[in-house]
């Protein structure tokens, strides 16, 4: 008993050591191309000033409302749920730049573990975060090279396809086979409870194909297109504060800034 209670608390352990280092490498991922970006474009704000900061604050509570109204979809098992939370984490990557995004995604999950909890010893809170990271990292980083609209809409496609993708893998080769351990379910239960939904999905990757590729994908194509709208009308708040011919350039004609 001691001895099964200890392998749990080791793998529990090693899990959040895993989460930990997962998000340090996002970081240092977004820091390093939000320098670079900054380089190309001449850009001398600082990364994280004391206003970006505030509102870096504001808009992950936003997203932690948000994210709270998460809701089940027909084609997926009931423990995948989609929620929209990343539409003002986009938005502060578009307006501040990927460190911001990365902040932002952060903080939300750590407010909604905050007033939740967890219900998944954190694998789906890792899940949230990792795939949402897919989505708004790629995002502002091509956003941030490229402050147009042609450049948002470029971005909203690449953060599309990388959530798509990593969230499809990631389930595929680490999130799933995580929360069957941490749990103590065999694979082929998860699996069951896909097949009951849909008979074609038979495996692992006939899984997260059918069920979570679509629910990715059909996340990524809503935050993108509702982003799209309201960001123009968002900058000007979010922008407030820049020098003067800093904010005149990033407001010229052709610019979604």
Do not use: W
Request: proline share 5%.
């Amino acid at each position: 008993m001691n001895e099964t209670l200890l392998q749990g608390v080791a793998a529990h352990t090693a899990y959040v050591l895993s989460f930990l280092g997962i998000i340090f490498a996002v970081f240092l991922i977004a820091y390093a191309a939000e320098r670079i970006a900054k380089k190309r474009t001449g850009d001398t704000e600082r990364i994280l000033s004391t206003r970006r900061i505030a509102v870096i604050g504001v808009f992950s509570a936003i997203a932690c409302v948000v994210h709270l109204f998460d809701f089940p979809l027909p084609f997926a098992p009931p423990f995948y749920k989609l929620d929209f939370s990343e539409i003002p984490v986009l938005i502060t990557g578009f307006a501040y730049g990927p460190v911001a995004g990365v902040m932002t995604e952060f903080i939300k999950v750590l407010l909604k573990l905050a007033v939740k909890g967890t219900s998944t010893a954190f694998v789906g809170d890792l899940a949230n975060f990792v795939v949402g990271c897919s989505l708004v990292v790629p995002a502002s980083i091509v956003y941030s090279f490229f402050k147009s609209r042609k450049g948002a809409i470029a971005a909203c496609v690449t953060g599309t396809v990388m959530i798509t993708i990593c969230g499809t893998l990631l389930n595929a080769v680490y999130l799933l086979p995580a929360f069957a351990a941490l749990y103590g379910m065999p694979m082929e239960s998860l699996i069951a409870m896909g097949t009951a939904i849909n008979g074609n999905i038979t495996g692992v990757m006939s899984f997260v194909i059918l069920a979570v590729a679509p629910m990715n994908l059909l996340k990524g194509v809503s935050v993108s297109m509702v982003t799209m709208l309201v960001y123009k009308s968002l900058s000007p708040f979010m922008k407030e504060g820049l020098p003067k011919k800093q904010l005149k350039n990033s407001t010229v004609s052709g610019k979604l800034m």
